[in-house]
């Protein structure tokens, strides 16, 4: 699956961990504006727009539109994010993540990860509040 399918009417699933939401896009491979906004609607039906961590799950992620970039630090956004967890370790998802922060880092912190547990640990013991990277 790809996520240019979600337009289509798939929508990925989500799950909640105490005050963290967690997305797995396993199996995609390109993250458009229209599913940002998708994953977004879901946190804030979950949660309102009350802030919370969020963990990405992107292990196939090999392209992202550059709107993406921008709506991740727009003020809405970023006044209901407190911090966020980038999971997958390719070399690709890698360089995106460095040009996102190069560029258009937000205010939450940011931090990507080779595991989901260290992830969610990184968001559950406060580690999250010591900044981006």
Request: hydrophobic content about 40%.
């Amino acid at each position: 699956m790809s996520i240019r399918d979600t337009g289509l009417g798939l929508a990925p699933g989500y799950e909640v961990d105490g005050d963290i939401i967690l997305h797995d896009l396993t199996g995609f491979s390109h993250l458009s504006l229209e599913l940002m906004h998708t994953l977004y609607k879901q946190r804030v039906r979950q949660r309102g727009k009350q802030p919370c961590a969020v963990v990405l799950l992107v292990p196939d992620v090999l392209t992202v539109d550059f709107e993406v970039q921008i709506h991740a630090s727009n003020p809405t956004v970023q006044a209901s994010t407190s911090a966020f967890a980038v999971v997958g370790d390719s070399f690709m998802l890698k360089h995106l993540t460095s040009m996102f922060l190069s560029y258009h880092a937000p205010d939450y912190p940011v931090r990507l990860f080779s595991d989901r547990a260290t992830a969610l640990a990184w968001l559950k013991e406060g580690k999250a509040g010591s900044g981006v990277g």
